[in-house]
């Protein structure tokens, strides 16, 4: 039998019957179409070590929380969706400094690490982000961090998530590879191949074993050579749904200074390898990652 769903946020599901069952108190919807990818995604985040591994190592230094903050200001009293929200980074390395939402949805695909975000304060959501059960135009602010490239047709999950922006409010995406930065070549393009075992060896966070390694990489759909988000997709798929778009080149030793046009600099690794497939690593075009800050103005 099915719970009731609780009356705070039952008013923004557009289907009811989406919802398949209830994990505890983890609202689990239908996924019709469980490809390779949703599914390497739910196994990987919600395995109990490497879902920890990355909630305390991922997306959480300070240079994030400044931009994040910058971008947000305060989200108290707001409605606020997380997509892809994984074990919930986003919200504790927040919440501290944004206020506190009236409501705080996070959807992921992963049951496990659904379980790790409820317990910090979010109403969890099992769900694909390119088939989301909510109405439209119900989110004050709707985030997606390092999500876009895990998902399958990320122009379809950026243009969900949009669809459930008020007028008014926010869609804020980041940490995606841009595409331009990860175009290496020849000698660039072995050394990138080759910090793979090198990772494993020194058993870096998401690497300590080959096993890790192998389900961690199957979830960056799209964190592949000559693959990633471009400004053309944002610009394309929001403004024709009535955003005003802004995108931020940076590399993520950069915090709100990004903003203002200063994307830094890559890491050692990423300027050599860059340098030898002829790419110009202090250009905007070889910053590592794109944020997206687009404002729902009709």
């Known amino acids: 039998m099915l719970k009731p769903l609780d009356t705070n946020c039952s ?17 689990i919807c239908k996924i019709l179409n ?23 190592a991922c997306h959480r230094d ?20 997380d997509i892809g929200c994984g074990p919930g980074n986003l919200y504790a390395a927040l919440k501290d400094f944004c206020g506190e939402p009236q409501l705080l949805l996070g959807v992921d695909v992963s049951l496990g690490a659904l379980k790790m975000a409820h317990k910090l304060g979010y109403t969890a959501v099992l769900a694909d982000a390119q088939n989301l059960p909510f109405v439209p135009g119900f989110a004050d602010i709707v985030m997606l961090n390092a999500c876009l490239h895990h998902c399958d047709d990320m122009a379809k999950v950026l243009q969900e998530a949009a669809k459930l922006v008020r007028p008014g409010g926010l869609l804020i995406t980041d940490h995606d590879p841009q595409q331009s930065a990860y175009q290496f070549k020849g000698l660039g393009s072995l050394l990138w191949q080759l910090r793979l075992p090198i990772y494993r060896y020194l058993k870096r966070g998401g690497h300590s074993t080959k096993e890790e390694q192998t389900w961690g990489l199957a979830t960056e759909v799209h964190h592949k050579l000559g693959d990633g988000v471009t400004p053309e997709m944002f610009y394309e798929v929001l403004e024709p749904m009535g955003f005003e778009v802004k995108v931020y080149p940076h590399n993520h030793t950069v915090g709100v200074e990004a903003l203002k046009g200063n994307y830094g600099r890559p890491f050692w690794k990423y300027r050599l390898t860059q340098r030898l497939s002829g790419i110009n690593p202090h250009s905007p075009e070889a910053a590592l990652s794109l944020m997206c800050v687009a404002r729902h103005t009709v």
């Open 62 to 81: 300070e240079k994030f929380v400044e931009l994040w903050q910058a971008v947000i200001g305060s989200w108290h009293g707001k409605v606020v969706v």
């Open 11 to 27: 008013q923004y599901f557009a289907q009811p019957n989406k919802i398949d069952k209830w994990d505890e108190d983890i609202i």
């Open 34 to 56: 469980p490809t390779p990818a949703i599914q390497a995604n739910s196994h990987y985040f919600g395995h109990p070590e490497w879902g920890l591994n990355y909630f305390v």
